[in-house]
């Protein structure tokens, strides 16, 4: 399996423009994460999926963040409009069955900066 | 979450053992300790994780105290593609990992 894939793995982009990041978890895993980290505060998770089905938001910064699964195998993590503050890397990470006992795989993460 | 708390670095010779340790005193019963690393522009990387009992695989062991209030993660030989942040989580019921600042291990050649 070739991992969880995330493009583009660089966007560079204009305050106020929309920006869409995209993941590809491993196969057969049903539950996808999306973290962001800073220098400031590190690794934070922004929100997880379950079949498909939204979970736990509660990560997300502002409306302005919003995350869709259509289906198991593509997930988008959105910011419109994007401010310079959103700057960051984005991790997404997959996992089969999202329990205590299972290890999360991670993609290798778009960095993203807003100038 | 119960949180853990890791030195911000540490150093290590290439080829010798390193012990990165992690205190967690207010673990739950139920509380996993999971270890991640995440090298230089990778995303975090999944090392080993734990219960109650030691826990041995071809990366590394994680040895845990008996009253599971400090774990132990064993590199036990350095090489320099070891050198990363290395985050001890506790996972709880929650399902979900929340990572702390980590340790930055040097290795040095």
């Known amino acids: 399996d070739a991992g969880v894939i995330q493009s583009p793995r660089h966007e560079v982009t204009e305050m106020g423009q929309e920006v869409t990041l995209r993941c590809k978890p491993i196969s057969g895993h049903d539950y996808l994460f999306w973290y962001r980290q800073t220098m400031m505060r590190g690794l934070e998770l922004l929100i997880y999926f379950n079949n498909n089905v939204p979970i736990d938001d509660s990560g997300m910064p502002e409306d302005r963040f919003s995350a869709k699964m259509p289906n198991a195998s593509f997930s988008t993590l959105k910011i419109q409009p994007s401010e310079p503050r959103d700057s960051a890397v984005y991790f997404c990470a997959s996992s089969l069955v999202g329990g205590q006992n299972e290890k999360l795989f991670f993609g290798s993460g778009t960095q993203l900066s807003v100038l | 979450d119960a949180k853990t708390t890791q030195p911000n670095s540490m150093e290590s010779n290439e080829e010798e053992p390193v012990h990165l340790p992690c205190n967690h005193s207010?673990?739950?019963?139920?509380?996993?300790i999971h270890w991640y690393r995440q090298l230089p522009s990778q995303g975090p990387e999944y090392v080993i994780h734990?219960?109650?009992s030691n826990v041995n695989n071809r990366m590394a062991s994680l040895a845990i105290a008996e009253d599971r209030k400090s774990s132990t993660l064993i590199l036990h030989r350095a090489t320099l593609r070891d050198a990363a942040v290395y985050y001890c989580i506790l996972l709880s019921s929650a399902r979900q990992l929340t990572f702390g600042s980590g340790t930055q291990l040097t290795v040095l050649p």
């Open positions: 207010t673990i739950s019963g139920t509380d996993y």
């Open positions: 734990g219960l109650t």
